[in-house]
């Protein structure tokens, strides 16, 4: 099981306002189903982010470079009181506790945290964050996971569903059909 600490993120915003983000959790190096689990329970434990809800667990043929080992995917809806960008700020937080190192776009990795979407606000377009995740609606191994747990969610005016059934899924398989398959 990986063990980080991690640094509190500053955040203004207020703690009472809370909103639902989806993010994308992958990876391929090591055992990275245990470290999206570490991933989960770390969001879990926070008191400005609650896991409201877990895909199943895909493993899915490598996107972009395909020379490298399968990946596993997973997504998650998840209620913060973060604004987006704290929220990413807290993502690579993650990451680099688990010892993700940026050498290669889309090379090998023992874990990615990406926010695919943020509440109601359709587009953001800050440093370093953009809303929705680029090229996520092209994605297969984004797609099918969000759709178990956000099908009618819309991405850029058309829901989840509906960019799923126009993605190449190919290769796409469950891993763990359970859902709670990250607090075992």
Not at 105 to 111: A, H, L, S, V
Request: aromatic fraction near 8%; charge should be negative; hydrophobic fraction near 45%.
């Amino acid at each position: 099981m990986w063990r980080c600490v991690l640094s509190i993120v500053p955040e203004a915003d207020n703690p009472r306002t809370w909103t639902q983000a989806a993010i994308g959790l992958g990876g391929n190096i090591g055992d990275p189903a245990g470290a999206m689990a570490e991933a989960l329970t770390i969001f879990d434990g926070r008191a400005d982010c609650r896991v409201d809800a877990v895909s199943r667990l895909y493993r899915t043929p490598p996107w972009g470079k395909t020379d490298q080992a399968d990946f596993f995917n997973s997504c998650a809806l998840i209620s913060t009181g973060l604004s987006a960008k704290a929220l990413l700020d807290l993502c690579l937080s993650i990451e680099r506790g688990m010892k993700r190192v940026r050498v290669e776009r889309w090379g090998p990795r023992t874990i990615d945290i990406d926010v695919l979407t943020f509440g109601e606000q359709g587009e953001i377009h800050e440093e370093g964050l953009d809303v929705p995740h680029p090229r996520m609606t092209e994605r297969g191994f984004v797609l099918m996971p969000l759709a178990d747990i956000a099908p009618d969610l819309k991405v850029l005016g058309k829901t989840v569903s509906a960019w799923l059934s126009q993605a190449d899924v190919s290769g796409i398989a469950v891993a763990d059909a359970a859902r709670d398959w990250w607090r075992r």
